[in-house]
């Protein structure tokens, strides 16, 4: 339907709004209307995505001064999700506009020869990982993110490029470092060369020349097979200039065809002298065509048209209406500096299921070091020292340029984006780096700055690491310092960098300047050295990662070195951590730098910690409740076991095998009692092991496999992925199966039971953060001092969510029904319950509180045969839905309360 908001057309795929949706989109558009920023808390299963999206879409038709929408996600079926959920709007959108212009009146004639019904059309698309969009056969075989990630860079380096252009030409000499277009467009010329040359006709005709297979380049002397170029890559860069002369012949008289672009590049003439040729380029947005592209999608186009669907979507963002990527493309300064630097200010920007957004900012500032990692950045080391003695053999003129552009500064030589995004990139390949060493519009990432864009240094390079030895020699003293303080290390430290620091100069005599520049200069060696397996050299660039942020930021982090993990504090493990206690600091250029900011989630109660956590103001702070038209949710809090031993899993209690028993017994009678899928969440990896593993020796695993099968989360994810589809095979049956999973983790995050998948779920315990952790301890010293939030109010906060996002993980939609029981005495606490998201804690009464497992079931039992037996009153349900007369009828009363005059041509919302 579609109906006006507060003079706003919104057009949304569906026959009827739930009243908590409609109040949504009011305070999604308060916010874009006042160009600010929101935290909403909209109710699981109420329909939040297909909402953000219908809202904000209308918004940018109305607006177009309105950017792109860029939608953050935490996984990547979350984004599939999000894409699905688009691609319905956008049809229903499609046909209204096309039905209005069809209706031939006056308006419509008048919108259609606007291009308004054009507008209409939007390009949404997902980006993620090589990994999830390599279509390279041999790419994609690697084992992780890592291997798929140098693979690809050792196939589109500029380098690289430049080198199978030499042997293509026959020539056995290394090319020097491509560092301009004219050097980069020896690749396109080479495979111009190679093509058949065109007849006149087929010119006319506008037929694009073959392009030969690149990948039959080898590069340099590499053996054949072993190190080839990307013809995936190689035919989106001829896409974007094909080496076609423009002439009389194909009707431009002389110039470039409509829709493209002409570029002056060298070509050899046979006389050895280079001639400006114009070269036509084809306009962005011809390489991918309107529409909403998923993974899968884009993947399918790639192979259809020969085309690289990692970095056609990189390119395809530029012009895009939508885009959808995780949360690290935005968070991250190492990647969003590669992605997201080009991202214009007005765009509207959303980060769902966004619950956790302070923990994610944290970990993107945080760097972890352990003795493993100090020895890889020792073999590192001796690797680049090779290299470099290697260069300064070969090419020793690589090295002089790379010194020369250092001593006049980075930023005044290019090799720094004069925004202050970074050096380079973190995770790409290509030919050029987004602000990186090459010209703009190159697309080689190596390293990014992990410091945030205001805090980059616009300077040239010390003097002391500015040429390649100095700078190893500056690394190795820093190496053998961080051995030194890892592995002496007796007893816990915990200190501020303004005290590493001291130490450091001390002991080694680095200063704080230099250290700030040292991911700069890493990356600008790394560059100059032709370093390509990025993955090999992980360990100096956490190094350098370290370095850099210590040497950049006073306040706001911690440096701890733990000797061995107190939990198992018979094995030693060192650890030094640079730990991020401020939130805030990572989201900061997020929140400045673009027109409104959304932070939504089913679960973010209590709403006003967020804007303290994150420094900001939002507009509009609400959490909406949730209409039901019967009890589709039912949460209970268990306490005490059949034998009225107290439950719960307080660090005192958990060596209590009584208590554990107790645990085993209530999940057998539910499993008795709930048909179908059972989950059960357990505070821990290692609370979860020693409970089970009783379970096991005490018989209640067997009286359990009796009813439903059993299956648990693991560590490792190929595992758990096995578990979970077994899982719903076994529900699908009709088996009935039980899942044993952890809060905080995967399965926790981002997995939904929903419908017979999931008609029960079992909180066992408040899954309290490890407070004898001397990180959570900074951090919560810290917000104790900044900003006056008390510790056990903060832990109460952070455990209370992570219960909420569990037990929700059941509700997906209002057709849905299952049982929430939170198994702890310390849920009966009305301190507890009240943090708790209020679509929950309104729907737990007095009679569910200080239950028994006895009690529970016997609830239980009530509850399933109430919800099964009784069927869906649509009619009843449809009392409490807006349809889109309801909602003209809403805009009549509205009209006739302020004194306008209604004509019964607009519908406009209260």
Request: negative net charge.
């Amino acid at each position: 339907m579609r109906f006006v908001l507060d003079g706003l057309t919104v057009f949304f795929p569906y026959d009827y709004l739930y009243p908590e949706q409609y109040e949504y989109m009011k305070e999604l558009k308060r916010a874009l209307d006042a160009k600010g920023h929101a935290a909403l808390e909209m109710p699981t299963g109420t329909g939040k995505t297909i909402t953000l999206l219908s809202l904000i879409t209308s918004y940018q038709l109305a607006h177009p001064d309105v950017g792109k929408l860029i939608y953050a996600t935490r996984t990547v079926p979350e984004m599939e999700k999000v894409l699905a959920e688009l691609k319905g709007l956008q049809k229903y959108r499609e046909k209204c506009l096309r039905e209005d212009s069809a209706a031939g009146d006056e308006a419509s004639a008048v919108a259609a020869s606007s291009g308004e019904y054009e507008r209409g059309s939007i390009l949404a698309l997902g980006l993620s990982s090589r990994k999830n969009m390599c279509i390279h056969p041999a790419a994609i075989e690697g084992a992780d993110r890592e291997s798929v990630d140098s693979m690809c860079r050792k196939m589109t380096a500029s380098w690289v490029r430049s080198e199978a252009v030499d042997a293509a030409h026959g020539t056995a000499a290394a090319a020097p470092m491509a560092t301009d277009d004219a050097e980069l467009q020896q690749v396109r010329d080479a495979a111009a060369a190679a093509a058949p040359v065109a007849e006149p006709n087929e010119r006319a005709a506008e037929q694009p020349p073959p392009v030969p297979d690149i990948e039959d380049f080898n590069v340099g002397n590499a053996p054949p097979g072993t190190a080839r170029l990307c013809s995936f890559y190689e035919r989106l860069e001829n896409d974007y200039a094909r080496p076609v002369i423009a002439t009389a012949d194909n009707g431009s008289n002389g110039t470039a065809a409509a829709g493209a672009t002409t570029t002056t590049t060298a070509n050899d003439d046979g006389s050895g002298n280079p001639t400006p040729q114009q070269v036509p380029k084809l306009a962005a947005s011809s390489l991918l065509p309107p529409g909403v592209y998923t993974l899968e999608d884009l993947r399918e186009y790639g192979k259809k048209k020969g085309l690289c669907p990692y970095f056609l979507a990189r390119r395809a963002m530029t012009y895009a209406n939508v885009v959808v990527y995780n949360y690290q493309y935005l968070i991250d300064p190492k990647v969003s500096a590669m992605v997201s630097r080009e991202l214009e200010r007005e765009c509207v920007v959303v980060f769902d299921e966004a619950h956790n957004i302070d923990n994610v900012c944290i970990e993107a500032l945080s760097v972890n070091l352990r003795s493993h990692t100090l020895d890889v950045a020792g073999r590192n080391l001796v690797k680049l020292g090779e290299r470099v003695e290697k260069a300064k053999q070969t090419d020793a003129s690589r090295l002089q340029e790379e010194y020369s552009r250092l001593v006049s500064g980075l930023v005044n030589s290019g090799t720094l984006g004069g925004d202050g995004a970074g050096t380079g990139a973190g995770a790409g390949g290509g030919d050029g780096g987004a602000g990186g060493f090459l010209a703009a519009g190159t697309e080689l990432e190596l390293l990014q700055s992990p410091v945030l864009p205001a805090d980059v240094l616009s300077e040239a390079i010390p003097g002391n690491i500015r040429r390649a030895e100095h700078f190893l020699a500056f690394l190795r003293r820093l190496l053998e310092y961080l051995k030194t303080r890892l592995n002496g290390a007796k007893t816990v430290e915990s200190e501020s960098t303004v005290t590493f620091l001291e130490s450091l100069h001390k002991a080694s005599g680095i200063d704080s300047k230099s250290l700030r520049f040292c991911y700069d200069r890493l990356s600008s060696l790394m560059r100059t050295l032709e370093i390509t397996e990025m993955d090999e050299f992980y360990g100096v660039q956490l190094i350098a990662d370290l370095a850099t942020l210590v040497g950049t930021y006073k306040v706001g982090f911690a440096v701890i070195i733990e000797p061995f993990d107190a939990r198992l504090p018979a094995v030693p493990d060192p650890i030094l951590q640079l730990c991020c206690l401020d939130a805030s600091l990572a989201i900061h250029p997020v929140l400045e730098r673009f027109r409104s900011v959304i932070i939504t989630s089913g679960t973010l109660s209590p709403l006003d910690l967020y804007p303290k956590l994150l420094r900001f103001r939002p507009v509009a702070l609400r959490a909406l409740p949730m209409t039901l038209t019967r009890e589709c949710l039912r949460p209970v809090v268990v306490t005490r076991g059949a034998d009225l031993t107290t439950l719960s899993t307080r660090f005192e209690d958990r060596g209590d095998d009584n208590v554990a028993t107790n645990y085993g017994k209530l999940l057998v009678a539910l499993a008795k009692t709930v048909p179908d899928g059972l989950v059960c969440f357990f505070v821990s990896y290692s609370y979860m092991d020693r409970i089970v593993s009783l379970w096991d020796r005490e018989g209640v695993l067997q009286q359990l496999s009796q009813h439903k099968l059993v299956f648990v989360e693991t560590t490792d994810v190929v595992e758990t992925t096995l578990a979970l589809d077994n899982y719903r095979r076994a529900c699908d049956c009709g088996r009935g199966a039980v899942f044993l999973s952890i809060a905080r983790g995967k399965v926790s995050e981002g997995i939904d039971f929903d419908r017979h998948y999931g008609r029960c779920v079992v909180m066992m315990g408040v899954p309290y953060q490890y407070t004898l952790s001397r990180v959570l301890r900074a951090r919560l010293e810290y917000l104790r001092e900044t900003f006056a939030i008390r510790e056990d109010d903060y832990l109460s906060f952070d455990a209370l969510r992570q219960a909420a996002q569990c037990v929700g993980r059941v509700i997906r939609s209002k057709n849905d029904y299952g049982l929430m029981v939170f198994a702890d005495c310390r849920y009966n606490r009305s301190d507890k319950r009240n943090k708790l998201p209020g679509w929950i804690s309104s729907q737990l009464r007095d009679a569910h509180l200080n239950l028994s497992v006895d009690m529970c079931s016997h609830v239980a039992r009530e509850y399933m045969k109430k919800l099964a037996t009784v069927p869906l009153d649509e009619m009843e349900m449809r009392k409490h839905l807006l349809s889109e007369s309801a909602l003209a009828q809403r805009g009549r009363l509205a009209s006739s309360s302020s004194g306008k005059e209604d004509d019964g041509t607009a519908v406009v919302l209260p």
